[in-house]
Nanobody, 116 residues
Framework: QVQLVESGGGLVQAGGSLRLSCAASGSIFPFHIMAWYRQAPGKQRDMVASITSGGSVNYGDSVKGRFTISRDDAKKSVDLQMNSLKPEDTAVYYC??????????WGQGTQVTVSS
């Protein structure tokens, strides 16, 4: 069983920065893909950024150039550095990981609110 715990959410003014962290626990490792998704009220959950075990990264179009994903396999963690935040970035952000056997796990989510 894998547990993902997010931290670092909060309230920030537009143009500001936040750093989200996700710590994974469990005996199953390594993780294949680690990612961040977000879901705003009334909208679907969208991928924000992902990173594979080989270091390949992928970003959603709306965050390219502003967000950076990184992972530390020794610490079983994945971070999301968010710069130049906009009100439309307001959402619940979820940590997500997949194992090589195809199993997937979600964190409980952390709220990010960007005020204008």
């Amino acid at each position: 069983q894998v547990q993902l715990v997010e931290s670092g959410g909060g309230l920030v003014q537009a143009g500001g920065s936040l750093r989200l962290s996700c710590a994974a626990s469990g005996s199953i490792f390594p993780f294949h893909i680690m990612a961040w998704y977000r879901q705003a009220p009334g909208k679907q959950r969208d991928m924000v950024a992902s990173i594979t075990s080989g270091g390949s990264v992928n970003y959603g179009d709306s965050v390219k150039g502003r967000f950076t994903i990184s992972r530390d396999d020794a610490k079983k963690s994945v971070d999301l550095q968010m710069n130049s935040l906009k009100p439309e970035d307001t959402a619940v952000y979820y940590c997500y990981t997949t194992l090589y056997n195809g199993r997937a796990y979600w964190g409980q989510g952390t709220q990010v609110t960007v005020s204008s």
